[in-house]
């Protein structure tokens, strides 16, 4: 199929900005203005939603705000002290394939920045810098009401995947970081959350720190050919 100019340029624009996509465990402490903030949000909120019901609430934070969120996070973080998850994310029995690539990550992070298999207590350490929002200046904690299906997570996943594009295409880096659905109650509290309100995840963004040996972390995608099955082409 051919293009214009200008639509081939659109096109790689965004085949950039998704395919650049990652997951930034350090940030360099430059802000990110409120205006941008809005901004991306504004274009997160065009996803698509079942009969336009929008499920997505955010809390965006920054400053004082956000570390004092990160720190009765870490105080129960270092004590061994989970609220526990109010909803299934992962499966409680792995199997294959999903196994080996949750391991794969583990390990090729861990390798990056020299943590042994069995030095837990810097596994927890980079565990808890999650609630540090890998010192990236913005934190974004996600919720959504209660009363609303199961299906309302698709609607609210396509929402985090156009707020992720749109940081890219401005330069900017992102974690979507389930780990703190796991402190949903220490969540509430500190930030005044109604209890009608599900803690869905929580992100990082701004600035990749390019010197970060984590930001080196590349993961594999399976194939085309392995998770499609074409039929009538």
């Not at 698509?48 to 019901?53: K, L, M, R």
């Not at 940081?167 to 880096?173: I, N, S, V, Y």
């Not at 979507?176 to 992100?203: K, S, W």
């Amino acid at each position: 199929m051919n293009a214009p100019d200008a639509d081939r340029a659109a096109i790689a624009s965004v085949d950039r900005a998704i395919a650049s996509r990652r997951s930034i465990r350090r940030f360099l402490p430059t802000p990110v203005p409120r205006s941008v903030v809005e901004e991306l949000l504004a274009l997160a909120a065009r996803a698509p939603s079942g009969t336009n019901v929008q499920p997505w609430k955010v809390y965006a934070l920054a400053g004082e705000a956000k570390a004092a969120l990160s720190s009765a996070i870490l105080a129960r973080h270092r004590d061994g002290r989970q609220d526990g998850r109010e909803f299934d994310y992962y499966p409680t029995a792995w199997a294959e394939p999903w196994l080996s690539r949750r391991r794969r990550i583990g390990l090729d992070l861990y390798g990056l920045l020299g943590i042994g298999k069995d030095d837990k207590a810097r596994m927890k350490e980079q565990t808890g810098r999650n609630y540090l929002f890998f010192d990236a200046p913005v934190g974004l904690i996600f919720t959504m009401d209660r009363s609303l299906g199961r299906g309302m997570f698709l609607d609210y996943g396509m929402f985090l995947g156009n707020l992720m594009t749109a940081a890219r295409a401005r330069g900017l880096d992102t974690c979507a970081q389930a780990a703190f659905a796991d402190y949903h109650a220490t969540i509430r509290e500190t930030l005044g959350i109604p209890p009608n309100e599900l803690v869905v995840c929580g992100m990082a963004l701004g600035h990749a720190d390019p010197d970060a040996p984590e930001n080196r972390l590349r993961t594999e995608r399976a194939p085309v050919g392995e998770f499609t099955d074409f039929r009538g082409f």
